[in-house]
């Protein structure tokens, strides 16, 4: 019996209703769930395998989407909102000139919901999975405060330049329960970055979702051979703003702890953007922050549908380094930007996803809808 209770929860079978109905006393206990067959449009979803081409609703997807959606009031955060919710500190200026940054970043236990009925004990940054997105310009000084109220000792790793003092690993920076530790650096290279907790045991601290995406923006000044796309790329000016820019953390769920993902997202709830596309204006180029915390699996990966884009791996570069392609793959830590129009499509519905199926299934799917400026 439990042996079949826990492959009944395990991955594939997860979001199927029958197992959640038939198990639920059972996953209680390794994650708070409520029943999803109970929700509208999920109950004939009892088996997994097959796609019903006759439900309009299925037309774009597998039957692994749960119905309803999660709630974004309780869970703090909204997946829609998070696309292009930039955190860039408090300014102020140093004795010598320079620009501070001031972040301020809270450590805290807290349930979150990640697919309708299915429930994550997360540890958090600031309350959200994933954290605040920190945006900087090359070259500011970066001083993020970090408060932890959680239960576990936390760090705030980051991938940047900085010295050993500041790397947020046992011995330099590790901060207990109710207390604080400041990092203190500039912000170096350029690029699409993430920091995460670098507690041990590590695995089970980024899992748990501390982790978050870390922008820095190029300085034109220090670029002038390139200095109009790095304007294009910093963040508020004339020409950013012609972009569409959105950040896109692949993260994923082990629910029942057993070191396997039963839910894959980008930013945290599955299916979301295939639930709520994201809106695109068709004449405007995109722009988009992807960042790989997925923990368990090697690589997790982007494919656009209809369409290819250019890619600039580690964002550390103003030319790409991969030209036209559709898929690309990152091992956990590794992170780019990638740039792509519509300009010549038909406005419609365009699918993005991890080309690993199974995660697609399991939640990592999305949609662009590409529409008509309208006004
Ligand atoms: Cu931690």
Redesign the pocket.
Known sequence: MRDWIRRSLSRRNLLSAGALAAAGAGLATLARTQPVAAQSGHADHGTHGATSASDPKSHAHGNMISGGDVDNAKNGFDPSKMLTDWETGTLSQLPDGRRLRTYEVT?EDKEIEIIPGVFFPA?TYNGRVPGPTLRATEGDRLRIVFRNN?S????MHFHGIHSARMDGIPGAGMVKPGEEFIYEFDALPFGCHLYH???LPLKR??H?G?YGAFIIDPDPARHPEQAAIASSRLLGTPENKEWQEFVMVMNAFDTDFDNENEVYAVNTVGHHYTKHPIPIVRGKPIRVYVVNVTEFDPINSFHLHGNFFDYYDHGTTLTPTLKTVDTVMQCQGQRGILEFNYKGHETGLYMFHAHQSEFAELGWMGMFDVAEATS
Do not use: Y
């Open positions: 450590g540890w959680g576990h000792p936390h760090t907790c670098h507690a601290h980024i748990k501390m």
